[in-house]
């Protein structure tokens, strides 16, 4: 009974492991994804320029290359997006930093009467139990 209840937990474990790998494994190719997709972004406005350039230069003729490019970039910029947001909706947000527990309220201490942190020196009232920097136990 006992081993079998550890045997699960142990599979639940390597399952949730596996499935982070998974999540990692997808990010990455993400990430991989957009970086092509950006390069072929910067290409296509790249070669838009260019044809923009030619068409100033030489006139309209090559207008059908001009409207191909846009749309090359659109559907680039689509991709792009679709991507951009699959990666926001996966990248797990912070959590957010333990808070340290705070000192109970206390009495007023006597004016001037302080005490030093020994963990991270900062300065305390000289009644408190907890440090006001760090939370730890002030010793007295
Ligand atoms: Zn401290």
Redesign the pocket.
């Known amino acids: 009974m006992l081993l079998d209840e550890a045997m699960s937990n142990m599979r639940t474990f390597f399952d949730n492991a596996a499935q982070r790998t998974t999540d990692t494994l997808q990010n990455s190719k993400s990430y991989m994804d957009r970086a092509k997709l950006r390069s072929k972004l910067n290409d296509a406005y790249r070669a838009l320029g260019k044809a923009e350039y030619e068409a100033a230069i030489v006139g309209v003729e090559n207008m059908n290359d001009i409207h191909a490019l846009i749309t090359e970039i659109s559907g680039l910029r689509q991709s792009l997006d679709e991507i951009e947001r699959n990666l926001h909706k996966s990248t797990p947000v912070a959590s957010a930093p333990p808070k340290a527990p705070q000192a109970a309220p206390q009495q007023a201490a006597p004016a001037g009467a302080v005490t030093y ?1 020994s ?4 300065q305390n009232p000289a009644d408190s139990a907890f ?1 006001n ?4 136990q002030l010793v007295h």
Do not use: Y
């Open positions: 942190c963990k991270c020196g900062k440090c920097g760090c939370g730890s």
